[in-house]
């Protein structure tokens, strides 16, 4: 089974060949990150304007790095959604064509659980499964009873993890997305100021992340007032830990709940070390539980991971036909919306 499958959702136009759902043969991803900067964030019509740039040449890498021809080609899966519509369009776009001109099946994708199944070129999902999915958008806890099968059990209340690390990663001067830098800041530094975790010990699965982020910028805000500078590494740190410890401490807590084989941890946050780390160390309570870590390099947005969910569906006879449409707020109860869509 050889899937070719895209992911446009937001600025990473990419296109994949993949394996039985396990292997990569090629996964092209055209990132734009260096238009969006100098705006601070993702620019809807500029992402749109590179999507269409890129994707003829990111498919035709695609499939020359696998060596192999549409003809080759069982399937192609497709993100539909959530994201930015007119983003998630080109690529639909793109899918659709090459799936009408070359008589292939088409799979529409849940971006988030492109990402958790990113977690599947390191070994095969056990189920049931409980999947810590913290990415630019999404921060949530999802139950996966068996395959095909989402759901979410908590989730963030406001901010995203990614999001509130790309605010007070701007507040400290470091460019969009300022995921990786704070968390390299973070390991120099000390938890000197003590953010809020919120929402920590109460009983939901939900998190909450404005608060911190509000915190964090009235105490620089505050030291700039008095002529103050603070240490840039501890106020990482001090951040990055208060994240850490309310991720780990409610992932423990419906590790309690829902017991499970596999805990895994994807979305664009989960290449945090930090996070890696402490996840690990608490993992030691379980020992029946194995840790299945989205690799480094799958856990921003690419290709692969869609290929990989896609082939889930297609085992699942989930396709989609001409009519599928983008939906950029797409959520997790997919198997009836493909369903419906096909
Ligand atoms: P979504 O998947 O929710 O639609 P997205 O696709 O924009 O959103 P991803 O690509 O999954 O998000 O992840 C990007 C986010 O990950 C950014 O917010 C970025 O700052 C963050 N990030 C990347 N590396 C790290 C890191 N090492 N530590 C913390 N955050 C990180
Ligand atoms: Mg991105
Ligand atoms: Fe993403």
Not at 229 to 245: H, P, Y
Not at 307 to 331: H, K, M, T
Request: net charge negative; aromatic share 8%; glycine share 8%.
């Amino acid at each position: 089974n050889l899937i070719l499958a895209f992911e446009s959702s937001c600025d990473e136009t990419s296109v994949a060949v993949v394996e039985d759902g396990k292997t990569i043969l090629s996964n092209i991803v055209a990132t734009q990150i260096k238009s969006h900067q100098r705006f601070g964030g993702v620019v809807p019509e500029v992402a749109s304007r590179h999507h269409i740039e890129q994707i003829t040449a990111c498919i035709d890498l695609a499939l020359s790095e696998a060596q192999v021809t549409y003809d080759d080609l069982s399937a192609v899966a497709v993100t539909y959604g959530p994201g930015l519509v007119g983003a998630l369009l080109i690529g639909v776009t793109a899918a659709k064509t090459v799936a009408y001109a070359h008589q292939l099946p088409l799979i529409p994708v849940n971006h988030m659980a492109g990402h958790i199944y990113a977690a599947r070129y390191v070994a095969p999902i056990e189920f049931p499964a409980l999947a810590l999915l913290v990415s630019g958008g999404h921060t949530e806890l999802v139950y996966l009873a068996e395959p095909g099968q989402f759901e979410i059990i908590g989730e963030t209340r406001d901010d995203a993890a990614g999001e509130a690390y790309d605010k007070i990663g701007r507040v400290l001067g470091i460019n969009y997305p300022a995921g990786k830098e704070v968390d390299r800041l973070a390991h120099l530094g000390k938890d000197n100021f003590h953010f809020p975790r919120a929402m920590d010990k109460d009983d939901s699965f939900d998190f909450s992340f404005s608060g911190l982020k509000s915190a964090f910028i009235n105490t620089v805000h505050h030291a700039d007032q008095i002529g103050e500078t603070l240490n840039r590494e501890d106020l990482a740190a001090s951040f990055q830990q208060a994240v850490v410890d309310v991720l780990a401490d409610k992932t423990v807590r419906a590790l309690k709940a829902f017991p499970v084989k596999q805990l895994i941890l994807a979305g664009g946050v989960a290449a945090n070390q930090g996070l890696r780390d402490r996840l690990t160390t608490e993992l030691t309570q379980f020992p029946d539980v194995t840790f299945l870590k989205a690799p480094i390099k799958l856990c921003g947005d690419n290709a692969a991971m869609i290929g990989a969910a896609g082939y889930v569906s297609y085992q699942l006879n989930q396709f989609g036909d001409a009519g599928l449409n983008a939906d950029p707020s797409l959520e997790f109860d997919w198997l009836e919306t493909t369903q419906a869509n096909a």
